[in-house]
């Protein structure tokens, strides 16, 4: 593959050169076996000792490596490459990682006390076209054990939605020609959130699933004074096929209400929101219509500027299939380390390559004519018709091609009306194209010209 970790990664300030070409090294070979064990996708015995020393390089008594040192640099590339947008959106959201049965010192309780593992909150930029541009920052923690009355010891979890916003408030500041959106699921619903967001000044805009319907200063509540407005219009789009739902086109009837919340102790003071709620009209039988109720700090002057939000809110799946890469791909709840300081260095560099999975089927999609040497070697993309049994074209093809052959080596079949192939597809076909490649490669070292 082109040298994209050395991109990410070539700037990591690590306190040895040898330990940020170790890290370019294992991006590299976790991006071309995502499934691989470390052992697995290291390939010899050196280079998996190489790599548990470098992530033993976060204890305490080496050098005390931090995921943050290893995270930056891809943090640093993804603001460049969001500075050459218009509008960035900001997606927020928690996953759990599950380690249970592992003796791994550090970690904590999940959704149940008994099960043994971590968090990860990062926010991932994406344009609304969908292209994902980057990891910009992140969290890790476990929680602390429930004291003796229930309670839970520890920096409340909410904080983490309002620091997110104030990070992304601060990247605005930085971007006056970019305008950034924060976009977050019902957790992110919290007054204190907004009106941070207000005593900011409103750097960054701000759009989040609404969880609490709210009463309001005149009476009554949120969502019924919302419902009551005259519609604005009609959105049609099609909802990919999903929880073992098949895909179909949705039509939703788009309503706003614009009003002034009270802020909890601030003297009087509101916060101004609007709030947007899209109710499907006429959904088939045995379905579950699709109704979003969503929060914003922008004003809902007329139909277009409603559909716009719509479509910014679902752009919010991205983050989910981030999570999807980096669970199930990367199978990172495998990973073996000992410790949770050990597992964040491993941690931030899967984002990345997971990141760097998904933004390849977008590209695909969004950008079909880019040629595939900005992405691929030559004996890659040759290899990927090689290995679909296809004459390789004298021409450099471009990258949708490429990514439907490698997505077939990994179960896509490109039938007529398939759509075009998922990561999943991507991540398997990838594995097997990379095996092909390297034979190519050592046949070349050794003198065998293929």
Same mark, same amino acid.
């Given at each position: 593959?082109?040298?994209?970790?050395?991109?990410?990664?070539?700037?990591?300030?690590?306190?040895?050169?040898?330990?940020?070409?170790?890290?370019?090294?294992?991006?590299?070979?976790?991006?071309?076996?995502?499934?691989?064990?470390?052992?697995?996708?290291?390939?010899?015995?050196?280079?998996?000792?190489?790599?548990?020393?470098?992530?033993?390089?976060?204890?305490?008594?080496?050098?005390?490596?931090?995921?943050q040192?290893?995270?930056?640099?891809?943090?640093?590339?993804?603001?460049?490459?969001?500075?050459?947008?218009?509008?960035?959106?900001?997606?927020q959201?928690?996953?759990?990682?599950?380690?249970?049965?592992q003796?791994?010192?550090?970690?904590?309780?999940l959704?149940?006390?008994?099960q043994?593992?971590?968090?990860?909150?990062?926010?991932? /930029?994406? #344009?609304?076209?969908?292209? *994902? +541009?980057?990891? @910009?920052?992140?969290?890790?923690?476990? =929680?602390?054990?429930?004291?003796?009355?229930?309670?839970?010891?520890?920096?409340?979890?909410?904080?983490?939605?309002?620091?997110g916003?104030?990070?992304?408030?601060?990247?605005?500041?930085g971007?006056?020609?970019?305008?950034?959106?924060?976009?977050?699921?019902?957790?992110?619903?919290?007054v204190?959130?907004?009106?941070r967001?207000?005593?900011?000044?409103?750097p960054a805009?701000?759009?989040i699933?609404?969880?609490?319907?709210?009463?309001?200063?005149?009476?009554?509540?949120?969502? /019924?004074? #919302?419902?009551?407005?005259? *519609? +604005?219009g009609? @959105?049609?789009?099609?909802?990919?096929? =999903?929880?073992?739902?098949?895909?179909?086109i949705?039509?939703?009837?788009?309503r706003?209400?614009?009003?002034?919340?009270?802020?909890?102790?601030?003297?009087?003071?509101?916060?101004?929101?609007?709030?947007?709620?899209?109710?499907?009209?006429g959904?088939?039988?045995g379905?579950?219509?699709?109704?979003?109720?969503?929060?914003?700090?922008?004003q809902?002057?007329?139909?277009?500027?409603?559909?716009?939000?719509?479509?910014?809110?679902?752009?919010?799946?991205?983050?989910?299939?981030?999570?999807?890469?980096l669970?199930?791909?990367?199978r990172?709840?495998?990973?073996?380390?000992?410790?949770q300081?050990?597992?964040?260095?491993?941690?931030?560099?899967?984002?990345?390559?997971s990141?760097?999975?998904?933004?390849?089927?977008r590209?695909?999609?969004?950008?079909?004519?880019?040629?595939?040497?900005?992405?691929?070697?030559?004996?890659?993309?040759?290899?990927?018709?090689?290995?679909?049994k296809k004459k390789?074209?004298?021409?450099?093809?471009?990258?949708?091609?490429?990514?439907?052959?490698?997505?077939?080596?990994?179960?896509?079949?490109?039938r007529?009306?398939?759509g075009?192939?998922?990561?999943?597809?991507?991540?398997?076909?990838?594995q097997?194209?990379?095996?092909?490649?390297?034979?190519?490669?050592?046949?070349?070292?050794?003198?065998?010209?293929?």
């Amino acid at each position: 593959m082109a040298n994209w970790a050395g991109d990410e990664f070539g700037r990591a300030e690590l306190g040895d050169g040898r330990l940020r070409l170790r890290l370019i090294k294992l991006a590299t070979r976790f991006a071309e076996q995502p499934t691989a064990s470390i052992p697995g996708a290291c390939g010899d015995w050196a280079e998996t000792v190489a790599a548990y020393r470098f992530f033993d390089q976060a204890r305490a008594g080496k050098r005390g490596l931090n995921w943050q040192s290893i995270l930056q640099p891809h943090m640093d590339c993804s603001q460049g490459r969001m500075a050459q947008h218009p509008v960035v959106l900001c997606l927020q959201d928690t996953t759990e990682l599950d380690f249970n049965g592992q003796e791994i010192e550090g970690l904590g309780p999940l959704s149940y006390e008994a099960q043994r593992g971590m968090y990860l909150h990062p926010t991932y /930029a994406v #344009t609304p076209e969908r292209e *994902p +541009l980057g990891v @910009i920052d992140a969290w890790m923690w476990a =929680r602390e054990a429930k004291a003796a009355d229930g309670s839970r010891p520890g920096i409340s979890e909410s904080t983490r939605w309002i620091e997110g916003y104030e990070r992304v408030a601060e990247t605005a500041a930085g971007m006056p020609q970019t305008r950034l959106v924060y976009v977050a699921d019902r957790e992110a619903d919290i007054v204190g959130l907004m009106q941070r967001a207000q005593a900011l000044g409103t750097p960054a805009d701000w759009l989040i699933r609404a969880r609490h319907n709210r009463c309001l200063p005149q009476g009554g509540k949120l969502w /019924a004074a #919302t419902l009551a407005e005259a *519609p +604005l219009g009609e @959105i049609e789009f099609t909802l990919a096929s =999903r929880h073992g739902q098949p895909k179909r086109i949705v039509r939703q009837q788009l309503r706003s209400h614009a009003v002034d919340l009270p802020a909890p102790d601030t003297d009087g003071r509101h916060v101004s929101v609007t709030c947007l709620i899209a109710t499907e009209i006429g959904a088939p039988a045995g379905c579950k219509p699709v109704e979003w109720r969503l929060l914003t700090n922008r004003q809902v002057a007329g139909l277009e500027a409603a559909v716009e939000l719509i479509d910014w809110y679902r752009c919010r799946w991205e983050i989910e299939t981030l999570f999807h890469v980096l669970k199930n791909g990367c199978r990172v709840e495998a990973l073996q380390l000992g410790s949770q300081s050990k597992l964040e260095l491993a941690l931030a560099v899967y984002l990345v390559v997971s990141w760097r999975l998904a933004r390849l089927i977008r590209l695909g999609r969004i950008h079909p004519q880019w040629s595939a040497d900005l992405f691929f070697s030559e004996t890659e993309w040759a290899g990927a018709f090689i290995l679909n049994k296809k004459k390789p074209p004298k021409k450099v093809p471009t990258i949708r091609e490429v990514i439907r052959l490698i997505a077939q080596l990994g179960g896509f079949l490109a039938r007529k009306g398939d759509g075009e192939p998922g990561v999943k597809s991507l991540w398997l076909g990838i594995q097997r194209l990379r095996d092909f490649a390297s034979g190519v490669e050592h046949m070349r070292e050794i003198g065998h010209v293929m």
